[in-house]
């Protein structure tokens, strides 16, 4: 069964060029050129991954929100940004409103391609696996490969496929420096610094959601974070 991408892009041509790339690497694709028919699309089974241009029509924002409204739905959805907009400020409201990767409309073809068979390759496991197999105990934190799974005192936390790959490699050494680039190696991104900064962010956020006082990932100035072994 051929795994389904979902484009949103009003430019005909960029949408044409690219579901054609898509088919000859064995996906399915179905375009849609606005929000509403995409949101429809979206309203019942969900693809196994959305590619989503930010700007549709003269809704200069669509795809933020889509993705937003995507992500409430579902955390391990992949959702990659392809847009012309290329500032930091664009980029990192893309990872704020919950998107895996942000890839601009002037990276080749290719190499967006590539950037989609990868992050297909990290969600296969979990949609395979049983939960209760291969979990590493950190304390109060079991993080589980094989289902791309973290829990916090038994709680799962709601992460995404990129929040939980950044989590996975802060406890591989626990009070170990681990640097943005190496976080970048981890979560197979490119992207700037600032953006790593908001991963961190929002994965602390959703700890906190279920303890209020957790505070193991620790900012090391100018170097990264590390997780810091429990008291």
Known sequence: MPKHIIMIEDE?????NYRDALTSKGFKVSIYNDKA?????LSGELPDLVLVDIGLGDDEDAGFDICNQLR??????????????????????GVRFGADDYQTKSTPIHMVII?????????EAFKAA??????????????????MQAKW?????????????IVKS????I??????????????????DNTITTHIRRIRLKFKEIDSEFDQINTVAATGYRWLAEA
Not at 37 to 41: H, K, N, R, T, V
Not at 72 to 93: C, G, H, K, N
Request: glycine share 4%; proline share 1%; aromatic share 6%.
């Open 115 to 123: 950037r989609i068979q990868a992050l297909f390759r990290r969600v």
């Open 72 to 93: 409430a739905r579902s955390e391990t959805l992949p959702i990659v940004f392809l847009t012309a907009r290329d500032s930091e400020y664009d980029q990192i409201s």
């Open 175 to 192: 009070g170990h420096v681990k640097t943005k680039d190496a976080l970048r190696d981890a979560a197979n991104l490119v992207c700037e």
């Open 170 to 173: 802060l406890t591989e050494r």
């Open 37 to 41: 028919s995409a949101m429809a699309a």
């Open 153 to 165: 005192q038994g709680q799962l936390i709601n992460l995404s496929v990129t929040e939980f790959w």
């Open 12 to 16: 005909k041509h960029i949408a044409e």
């Open 130 to 147: 049983n939960e209760a197999q291969g979990e590493v105990a950190h304390g109060q934190l079991t993080v589980n490969a094989d289902c």
